[in-house]
């Protein structure tokens, strides 16, 4: 699977690592440095995602592109009912969503207190 990225893949970063679960790292175009990764540990993991207007989309991370765009699978919206910034909230359910990067305002994933440490480090 090398050469020219296929329809499923989605680059990550300039170094043109790609990002697919049937593809390894020893199998993607170039090395892949340190910050790619660190991504592949997060695939298929559970991310909620706030946006700018409010609303948190809670899905599997999928993908993400070099402009830092990323793509959640079986994705959920859920937002505060007009009018109420309390609870209840409403829910919707999305399936495959792109959250660009601009409108981002938060992201977290869920994986253990060791993991999110680890994720963290800035070492080489």
């Known amino acids: 699977m090398e050469g020219t990225p296929g329809p499923s893949q989605v680059a990550m970063n300039p170094e043109d690592a790609y990002c697919n679960?049937?593809?390894?790292?020893?199998?993607?175009?170039?090395?892949?440095?340190?910050?790619?990764?660190?991504?592949?540990?997060?695939?298929?993991?559970?991310?909620?995602?706030?946006?700018?207007?409010?609303?948190?989309?809670?899905?599997?991370?999928?993908?993400?592109?070099?402009?830092?765009?990323?793509?959640?699978?079986?994705?959920?919206?859920?937002?505060?009912?007009?009018?109420?910034?309390?609870?209840?909230?409403?829910q919707r359910c999305l399936g495959l969503i792109l959250i660009p990067a601009a409108c981002r305002s938060s992201c977290q994933v869920d994986c253990s207190v060791e993991e999110k440490m680890s994720l963290l480090c800035l070492d080489n």
Request: hydrophobic share 40%.
């Open 21 to 90: 679960s049937s593809v390894t790292p020893a199998d993607a175009a170039g090395s892949s440095s340190p910050a790619v990764a660190k991504l592949r540990k997060l695939l298929f993991r559970r991310m909620l995602i706030g946006v700018n207007d409010g609303r948190y989309f809670l899905g599997l991370f999928h993908c993400i592109d070099k402009q830092g765009n990323i793509i959640l699978q079986d994705a959920v919206e859920y937002r505060s009912a007009r009018g109420s910034s309390l609870p209840p909230t409403e």
